[in-house]
């Protein structure tokens, strides 16, 4: 005797404090994700406000002209590929080296409050972290630079000259971020079985050997989400990071895509240039991220998709 199928008013009937639930959530992702998505047309229109989306006329693919001929998309191009591939090269070993060293300790006390520190800067605004590096690293007034001249020491643009800028943009950025990453990473090393730890000992592997043959290879499949999600990003980069570090001393490295996107769509009011330098900016970390997943399932990783 075959069962005949239940439709969707049963189910509907039977779970429907968990649709109401989950209700909300959709409305809000269909309004403020899936909805702004129409305005992506103004990248192949010469947008005027007064004429709205659909009385601007088309324009195809002029707009794109106009945006890779203009002399600042090398520049903009060139600047965010580095300041995020120096991000991916300098910030994304971190959280891994600190979640080992965080679980070879075994103070609990200790573990702790170690953690809860890396991961308030997480929770900081980038004005927040602007600041405080001003007050840090100016030339004349900050604590660093005091400190240095009280020793005779002469003072360092940390942020007023382009290469040291550079160098401090990436460094302050792995402060900021390794906080989150760590937690992500000891979470992932938590749900790794004992008893691979234990044979490993009876096999005569010493710690350092027991990170490296086990640990890290239990935790493969996280690092490899992590750095497709971060390939993802390459692209696009912090605009607020760049704004609230930004001064007009060194100005080498900070126009980027999200920055040139900001001035061309708030400042000059140019909707339909900005639009598609974002959409060119987005179709780019989409084609990456669905390469990056592509190889790591080739090499019998887990992916995103």
Same mark, same amino acid.
């Given at each position: ?5 239940k439709?969707i008013?049963?189910?509907? +009937?039977r779970?429907?404090e968990?649709?109401a639930?989950?209700f ?9 994700k899936?909805?702004?998505m ?16 659909? !009385? ?21 191009l060139?600047?965010? @590929?580095?300041? $995020?591939?120096?991000?991916?090269l ?8 600190? /979640? ?14 170690t ?15 602007? #600041? ?13 630079n $005091?400190? @240095? ?18 160098v ?12 989150? !990453?760590?937690?992500i ?5 938590? #749900? ?7 044979? /490993? ?18 935790? +493969?499949?996280?690092?490899?989400? @992590? ?8 692209m ?10 930004? $001064? ?21 009011? $140019?909707?339909?240039?900005?639009? /598609? ?13 669905? /390469? ?7 090499? #019998? ?5």
């Amino acid at each position: 005797m075959t069962l005949k199928p239940k439709g969707i008013g049963f189910y509907l +009937r039977r779970d429907w404090e968990l649709y109401a639930l989950v209700f909300l959530p959709m409305v809000f992702v269909l309004l403020f994700k899936f909805g702004p998505m129409f305005g992506l047309i103004i990248a192949f229109k010469d947008y005027r406000i007064a004429r709205g989306f659909l !009385g601007s006329s088309w324009v195809g693919f002029r707009v794109f002209q106009e945006v890779f001929s203009h002399r600042l998309f090398i520049p903009a191009l060139r600047n965010t @590929l580095l300041l $995020n591939f120096l991000d991916l090269l300098m910030g994304f070993p971190m959280p891994i080296i600190l /979640a080992l060293l965080l679980n070879e300790v075994t103070t609990k006390w200790f573990k702790k409050v170690t953690q809860t520190l890396l991961y308030l800067p997480h929770f900081l605004s980038w004005v927040i972290i602007g #600041g405080i590096a001003y007050q840090l690293f100016s030339v004349n007034t900050g604590m660093i630079n $005091n400190l @240095l001249g009280s020793l005779g020491a002469q003072r360092f643009p940390f942020l007023t000259s382009d290469v040291p800028w550079l160098v401090s943009y990436v460094l302050i950025g792995m402060w900021q971020s390794m906080g989150w !990453g760590t937690i992500i990473y000891l979470a992932s090393i938590s #749900g790794i079985n004992p008893e691979l730890y234990e044979a /490993a000992t009876v096999d005569g592997a010493g710690r350092l050997r027991q990170c490296f043959s086990v640990t890290i290879p239990c935790i +493969r499949s996280t690092i490899v989400i @992590l750095l497709i999600m971060n390939l993802g990003r390459i692209m696009g980069g912090s605009f607020e990071r760049i704004y609230a570090l930004a $001064n007009v001393a060194a100005t080498e490295f900070t126009t980027t895509i999200p920055v040139l996107v900001y001035r061309w769509g708030i400042q000059s009011m $140019n909707f339909s240039r900005a639009t /598609a330098l974002g959409l060119f900016q987005s179709v780019i970390g989409l084609a990456m991220v669905l /390469a990056s997943n592509f190889v790591a399932k080739k090499l #019998g990783e887990e992916g995103l998709l």
